[in-house]
């Protein structure tokens, strides 16, 4: 597989889109299957690891079902162009988090609906490192991946053309550059690249999944600032606009609004033979499969594994070593924010604008193991409140600082928190959903490496500021994205899938999200996520995938 | 135009007279939230004065007009709109609500604004003796959820000078100290920063 020059290769998705409406078109004519229909694959969950999967399978062919739990976006009239207003674009049922460092989920990091959390992702696509890919052989700590840095590369390129990515040459990790130049910086980014530069720190624009020009038929953004509340224009890409389009071109048949509870298996042969799920009126249906993708992201993924219990699996999918669920992952996401005597203005223009990796790699002078990125941010008013009662200050100092709003930048840290055994996700004890199925729990708790970071990172950030004379700063400590929970590695013992993202023990299980990856870098996820749903993809396209348990995967596709 | 407490940094300035220019569900979204608040009908009628004390300390709203924080929050938990997450060991948001009520009750509301002050700034730091429920969680669900209304209503844009909604519109002027001409037009320039005098809550 070969990009030519810069346009997406087998993805017609911008083209298929309206130019006068921003509904998906594909919707009205959408295929649909029986749930007696024996489909090649169902999907569950619609985002950038289960959208990406559907669009590449169905072009090779496959009948594919997906089951999302969210709605299918309407743009025009389901999103709006305001802070509070973007609540249903969320997971906001309940979760019980816990551990010593909780970890809040919802609007941060929990996506729902078709698109996933890509649909209110800022847009940054920043690659993953060559070192992420072995950082327990090159820094003793996290995890090797079962695979290099080389095998996604040829998928990073075709993602990175497809979202399409706009930036200037990347000069860390893999050198490259981006399809689209960079974009214009606002008032906010301008000053911490200044900053940035006396610090001795080196800035990049970029890279962000946002059109710098016309796009088949996306248009160019106009920089309002609600990146983070769903892009109305079309301009930020997510799954929703950049592989559903083409998915459902190749017949495949998005079922949103349904909740899958179970992975059902046969119980000779370990294989499943597809999933139990409510629909949209609340029935309980099940629909057969030759093959089974999971791709709920790192806390779903989990809860459906451990949720999908039988005799042959007692501990659910996957569990055998009592792995599912284990190894989640957060990035610290420091965040310090600095007042100057103009207008800042960070609502303007998109919030991810900036970027630095001159820290993401080990240094042990700075006495911890692997590092962090530096990035822009641009908090709208309610965001921006909470950061500045983080710094302690409500009533009337508060409404003050909110005054001040238009004065102020804000950079964030990304840092690489290692994988732990305990940061965990498990079945909650006596707290179901509507459909009576036990809700996740997602403990947290940081190492000591882990702090070093945040705290590293924070002084590099105040260091910036001060270099631009920022008259006053302010700081949140928060955590971003997600990662891990249900890991492919080299052996059952320590992880729950193989190099192909198949559960271990099972035949035709796959787990094709975040929730895979053993290490997360101190990147935003998302484009590694759609890279890795793109090479097993092929490999499955391509039966190149293994079978070592009993049920085999049967000749022609992954089961049929 | 107006602002919560008649206070803001720009005068003059009403996003609300920008309401043509935004796209229809926004609109319908942002208006609402204006012009249609609807009565209370989660809290309990003792529970109501001691709540709005608190949302009134603290978010600093000691006289007319007041965005109607306390409707908007009933309003939420009415709808059993939750925010995806709830602290290990604590109820669910609207019972923390409940719960806080129950902790400060009604001398809170008799209580002079420097005992509440008091009272607030312990439970922020988790140092009230509760034991039905964690002051300190509660206090980061309550302020969520409070300052999250209080700052989607176009008064407070007003008051900081936050331009609101821009679609379809967007931006073109985006550098230092630029501004559309339907922006506010940037307070007067200050070398020195007015919180660092120690306002407090």
Redesign the interface.
């Known amino acids: 597989m070969k990009v030519r020059g810069r346009d997406p290769v087998d993805n017609d998705s911008r083209w298929l889109l309206d130019q006068h409406s921003r509904a998906i078109p594909g919707l009205k004519s959408m295929r649909t299957y029986a749930d007696a229909d024996e489909v090649d694959l169902v999907i569950v969950g619609c985002g950038a690891g289960g959208g990406t999967l559907a669009q590449r399978l169905a072009r090779q062919g496959w009948r594919i079902v997906v089951l999302e739990a969210g709605p299918f976006w309407d743009p ?10 973007s ?1 249903d674009l ?9 551990g010593e460092d ?1 970890v ?4 941060n990091n ?1 996506g729902r609906g078709v698109g996933g959390s890509m649909v209110h992702y800022a847009g940054y696509a920043p690659r993953f490192h060559p070192s992420d890919f072995m950082t327990q052989t090159l820094d003793g700590v996290g995890a090797d991946w079962p695979y290099r840095y080389e095998e996604l590369k040829p998928h990073y390129e075709r993602v990175e053309a497809e979202l399409p990515v706009s930036g200037q040459d990347w000069p860390w990790g893999d050198p490259h550059s981006y399809p689209h130049s960079p974009h ?4 906010g980014a ?2 911490a690249w200044e900053g940035a530069l006396k610090a001795g720190v080196e800035m990049r624009v970029g890279p962000v999944a946002i059109t710098n020009g016309q796009f088949g038929h996306r248009p160019h953004c ?5 990146c983070l509340q769903a892009c ?2 079309h301009a930020k890409g997510s799954p929703l606009i950049t592989h559903v389009p083409d998915a459902l071109a190749h017949g495949v048949e998005i079922r949103s609004l349904c909740m899958a509870v179970r992975v059902e298996v046969d119980e000779s042969t370990g294989a499943a033979t597809g999933v139990t799920f409510f629909d949209r009126d609340g029935r309980e249906r099940f629909q057969r499969a030759a093959a089974v993708a999971v791709a709920g992201y790192s806390i779903e993924t989990p809860r459906l594994l451990l949720h999908s219990t039988s005799a042959r699996f007692p501990n659910g999918l996957g569990n055998g070593f009592d792995q599912v669920g284990r190894y989640v992952m957060v990035q610290g996401a420091s965040q310090v924010a600095a ?7 960070v ?3 998109p919030p991810p604008e900036i970027s630095s990796e001159q820290f993401y790699e080990t240094d042990e002078s700075r006495g911890f193991r692997r590092g962090f990125s530096i990035q822009t941010v641009g908090p ?3 965001d ?3 950061h500045v ?1 983080a710094d ?15 004065h102020w930048s804000v950079l964030g840290t990304l840092c690489e928190l290692l994988p732990l055994p305990e940061n965990r996700v498990t079945l909650a004890d006596g707290v179901t959903d509507r459909h009576g199925m036990p809700v996740a ?1 997602f ?1 947290y708790t940081q190492c000591d490496n882990d702090r070093a970071n945040i705290a590293y990172g924070k002084e590099t950030l105040r260091r910036i500021w001060e270099a631009a004379d920022a ?2 700063t302010l700081t949140i400590d928060r955590y971003a994205h997600l990662i891990g929970g249900a890991r492919m590695g080299f052996n059952p013992e320590e992880s729950v899938c193989d190099s192909d993202h198949r559960v271990w023990d099972t035949p035709n299980v796959f787990v094709a999200d975040g929730a895979a990856m053993p290490t997360q870098g101190s990147a935003n996820p998302a484009l590694t996520i759609m890279a890795a749903a793109s090479r097993l993809a092929e490999r499955l396209a391509a039966k190149r995938v293994r079978s070592a348990a009993p049920g085999r995967i049967r000749p022609g596709r992954v089961a049929r | 135009m107006t602002t919560p407490q008649n206070r803001g940094r720009y005068p003059g300035f009403d996003v609300l007279e920008q309401a043509d220019h935004w796209d229809e569900a926004t609109r319908k979204v942002v208006l609402d939230r204006v012009h249609n608040v609807p009565p209370i009908r989660f809290f309990d009628a003792d529970e109501i004065p001691v709540l709005r004390t608190f949302c009134d300390t603290v978010l600093a709203q000691d006289c007319e007009p007041r965005v109607p924080v306390l409707e908007m929050i009933d309003a939420k938990l009415h709808a059993g709109q939750h925010d995806g997450f709830r602290y290990a060991g604590m109820p669910p948001d609207g019972e923390v609500f409940k719960l806080v009520a129950r902790g400060l009750g009604d001398e809170f509301v008799r209580a002079p604004r420097e005992q509440r002050v008091a009272t607030l700034t312990a439970m922020s730091k988790g140092e009230l003796d509760w034991d039905f429920l964690d002051p300190g969680k509660a206090w980061k669900v309550c302020m969520r959820i409070a300052l999250g209304v209080f700052y989607s209503h176009p008064w407070a844009w007003n008051e900081i000078g936050f331009p609101g909604p821009a679609y379809p519109r967007g931006y073109s002027r985006l550098g230092i100290g630029l501004s559309e001409t339907w922006e506010a037009d940037p307070a007067p320039q200050r070398d020195h920063d007015p919180v660092k005098e120690n306002i407090g809550p």
């Open positions: 025009d009239t389901d999103w709006v162009s305001d802070e509070a207003g609540h969320y997971w906001t049922e309940d979760r019980i988090i816990g909780p809040e989920l919802g609007k929990s214009p910086l606002g008032g301008d000053r106009i920089y309002r600032g609600f109305k224009v007042r100057f005597p103009e207008t800042m203005d609502f303007k223009a709208l008013p309610i921006w409140a909470n009662l302690g200050h409500w009533g009337h100092a508060l409404r003050e600082y909110m005054r001040d709003y238009r729990r403990d008259q006053d």
